[in-house]
Each structure stands twice: as structure tokens, then as C-alpha cells.
């Protein structure tokens, strides 16, 4: 009924919502920014363009397959039973449906802003060399197949939810998306780029960043943003709220810390962007921890996070799988790590406050089936998009420049007193010096 709306609660909700829905254009600066001047705005488009496919398919079934009660096999719900949003937003009576004092509409609202950057966080794995066209279409494809079944099996009574069957051995905790999210999307990260193959001249010419500013700018407003994704997850404007902030900002400075120091030691100084991933290594990891761990906890967490993930971002030189922008190193391995780690550092359950070995099997199961689906249902939209539409941009467009040749645009107009795009002649061509700060680097 309208009056029993919970008006603090209906606030705290909408802002968080606001606050998540910025995280995906403070994504498209910190991903353009990452990527080569020639392709910036191609890199930012790709994060636009899941805002508009997921906004748009979320209403038509995306909830009713995240949250529907009519679960199918536990693993996705009926996309038909509130198509449209149909019997969401008011009752016969015209009165606002209302759960716990929130409208419906409301956690609408907000859950779709994490199926847009879930979504958004897969393209920085493909930046340079992918179809506009093919990756819209992934988009939409992927949020049906792979997230709003993940959601649904996470948060919607599903079978990773502790209704499911591993309920009976602890509770699986996944506070605000380590699995559905950062494990979700890293995976289907790594799928694409062996999919897809690497960037032409991948490990042999430089391709470093082209604006660090823009890289740390993007980071900070993703730090910004994640406050609303993850105390936001508390679903009302209380203590819990309050520890999820808390952790957030603890495991997030611990771990641009942790990248830092790995850089120091590794490569002899510490980089802007190093502190950059730190960050965003850092949120990932405490986002399915953030209302289970306490502040001291998630100093480790984030600690190990960011030097996990600034050792993991070489690995692709090690085994040939061009991930353009980190994706698979910061948020699988982050996402991994943090969900994992509740084992150890839950406060009621793990292994470190007393609890038993259930909630650390626990979590290395939910971690084990997010991996194999996403996986799986990537591979399967990746093949067909290549044999139907193609993932691959011409070669010559490629190289030129994709913003050009794909956008018919130029992020910087007037560089060295001349068209860059319009030549086909940028930076990038020639190898870049070999600092910390390129990709190389890492390596």
C-alpha cells in the first residue's frame, strides 16, 4: 500500500542508484583513457552502448528473469511473468507495489544500473579491434543469457542463493556481486579475447595508455560511484550501510597500496596507473564482502587483492591472450579473490572467527559455477556472433584508427598541428619507451 512506503529507505535506494548508474561513464574514462588515442572513443562507446541496450531489454524481461518467483530450474526465471514490468509498479487499487517499505519500481531502477556496468566491464577485454555492431548485440544477448540468470540464481532464490543447495552447508555470501558481477563478467572477459584474437601488433609495438588524467579521473568517480553499489546492497540507510562504506574505503585504499608495492619492488617505482588498478581491484574485491568482513579484515582483502591482481595483469604476455585493458586481472582475479576470502574473514562464519571449513567450501563453490556458466554461455554468444555478424574490424581500419573508421570521429582534432585520424598517423604507431606505465611493462 502507499502508505506503507519507508520514505528514508525509497531515498537511500534512488541515490544509490544514481550513484551506480555513474559508475558506467566513470568506467568509459577510465577505459578510454587506458586505451590508444585512436580508439578512445570507440573504448567509451562500448560502455554507452550497454547502457542503452541493458536499459532498454531490463524493462521488457531483464527483471522478471532476474526476480521472478516462477524460477526455472533454479537457474533463471520466467522472462513472461513480469514482462514489461507488468503487476510491478501498482496494484488494481493503484497503490505503489511495495516490498519491506521500498517500491518495486525502485529496486528496479537500481538493479539495472548493475547489469549496464557488468556488462560495460567486458568490453575493456576487446578494445581496438571489435565490431560496434557485433559488441551491441553481445550486449544484449549476454545480459539475457549469462547475467539475469546469475542474478537470478544469486539473489533471486536461485541455486547459488542460500534457498539453493548449497544452502544446506553455509549460507553462500555474495553481499553485492562478486559472482554475479566481477567473476561474471572477467570470465566472459577472458572468452572473448581468445575468441576474438589479439590487437594487431599486440606485444611487439607499444600501446600504452594515451591519457593517464582521464584513466585516474574515471577511477576516482568509479570509487564514488561504488559506494552506491555496495552500501547501497544494504537495501536501507543503517549500520550495515555504514560497515559496507567503511569496508569499501578500507579495502580500496589497502589495495592501491598493495599494487603500489608490488610495483616498487618489481619494477623499481610506483605508477599512476598502478594506483589506478589498485583502486579498482580493490572494489572489486570487497563488493561481496562488504557487509560480512569488519574494517580491520578488509585491510587483507584488499591488501592481497591489489598484489594479486598487479602480478596477474602480466599473465597474458605468458600465455598470448590479448586482454586489452586488464579486465580478466583485475576483476576475475578480484572478483575471485573476494569472494573466496570470505571464507576466511567472514566475522560470524570463517575460518578466522571461529567458524568451520563449510563457508569457505562454500564460497569456492559459488566461485567454481559462476566461473563454468558464464564461461560456457560466453563461448556459445561469442561463436555465433563470429560465424554470423564477425567480431573483427578491416585490418587497415584497425590499424588507421577505429574512432575514424568506425565512428567517423576523433577524440583530440588537432594534435602536432594536424588530423590524426584523417592521416591514419598517430603516436601508437611507433613503439613506445618502455615504462611502468605501458602494458609491456607489466609483463
Known amino acids: 500500500m502507499e502508505n506503507a512506503i519507508d520514505t528514508g529507505t525509497t531515498a537511500w535506494i534512488l541515490m544509490s542508484a544514481s550513484l551506480v548508474l555513474l559508475m558506467t561513464p566513470g568506467l568509459a574514462l577510465f577505459y578510454g583513457g587506458m586505451a590508444r588515442s585512436k580508439s578512445v572513443l570507440n573504448m567509451m562507446m562500448m560502455s554507452y552502448g550497454a547502457l542503452g541496450v541493458v536499459g532498454v531489454i531490463y524493462v521488457l524481461w531483464g527483471w522478471s528473469m ?19 514490468l507488468a503487476d510491478t509498479i501498482t496494484d488494481s487499487a493503484g497503490n505503489y507495489i511495495v516490498s519491506d517499505g521500498l517500491p518495486t519500481i525502485v529496486d528496479v531502477g537500481f538493479q539495472v544500473t548493475f547489469a549496464m556496468i557488468t556488462v560495460a566491464l567486458i568490453s575493456g577485454a576487446i578494445a581496438d579491434r571489435a565490431r560496434f555492431g557485433t559488441w551491441l548485440v553481445f550486449a544484449g544477448l549476454w545480459a539475457t543469457f549469462a547475467y539475469f540468470p546469475m542474478a537470478h540464481m544469486v539473489w533471486g532464490g536461485g541455486l547459488l542463493s542460500d534457498e539453493g543447495p548449497f544452502g544446506s552447508i553455509a549460507a553462500p555470501i555474495d553481499f553485492a556481486g562478486g559472482t554475479v558481477v566481477h567473476i561474471n563478467a572477467g570470465v566472459a572477459a577472458l572468452v572473448l579475447a581468445l575468441v576474438i584474437g589479439a590487437r594487431k601488433g599486440f606485444g611487439k609495438i607499444g600501446m600504452k595508455p594515451h591519457n593517464l588524467p582521464l584513466v585516474m579521473t574515471g577511477a576516482g568517480l568509479l570509487w564514488f560511484g561504488w559506494f552506491g553499489f555496495n552500501a547501497g546492497s544494504a537495501y ?10 567503511v569496508n569499501t574505503t578500507t579495502a580500496t585504499a589497502a589495495a592501491m597500496l598493495g599494487w603500489l608495492l608490488v610495483e616498487r619492488f618489481r619494477d623499481g617505482h610506483a605508477t599512476s596507473l598502478g594506483a589506478a588498478s589498485g583502486i579498482v581491484a580493490g572494489l572489486v574485491a570487497i563488493t561481496p564482502a562488504a557487509g560480512g568482513v569488519s574494517p580491520v579484515g578488509a585491510i587483507p582483502l584488499g591488501l592481497i587483492a591489489g598484489a594479486l591482481s ?12 590479448d586482454d586489452s585493458l586488464d579486465v580478466v586481472g583485475v576483476h576475475l582475479v578480484s572478483g575471485l579473490w573476494g569472494t573466496v576470502a570470505l571464507g576466511f574473514l567472514a566475522t560470524e562464519t570463517g575460518l578466522f572467527y571461529g567458524g568451520d571449513f563449510s563457508q569457505l567450501a562454500v564460497q569456492i563453490l559459488i566461485a567454481l559455477v559462476a566461473l563454468v556458466f558464464s564461461g560456457v554461455v560466453t563461448l556459445v554468444i561469442a561463436l555465433l556472433l563470429k560465424v554470423t555478424m564477425g567480431w573483427r574490424v578491416d585490418e587497415d581500419v584497425e590499424v588507421a584508427g577505429i574512432d575514424q573508421g568506425v ?11 594536424g588530423r590524426l585520424a584523417a592521416s591514419g598517423t598517430t603516436r601508437e604507431s611507433v613503439p613506445a619507451p618502455s615504462t611502468t606505465t605501458s602494458e609491456e611493462a607489466r609483463a
Open 66 to 84: 532476474s526476480y521472478s518467483s516462477e524460477s526455472i530450474l533454479g537457474i533463471v526465471g520466467n522472462p513472461l511473468t513480469y514482462f514489461g
Open 236 to 245: 536501507a540507510a543503517d549500520g550495515v550501510a555504514g560497515l559496507a562504506w
Open 310 to 321: 598487479a602480478l596477474a595483469v602480466g599473465l597474458k604476455y605468458r600465455f598470448g591472450y
Open 407 to 417: 565512428h567517423a570521429e576523433s577524440a583530440y582534432d588537432f594534435t602536432g598541428g
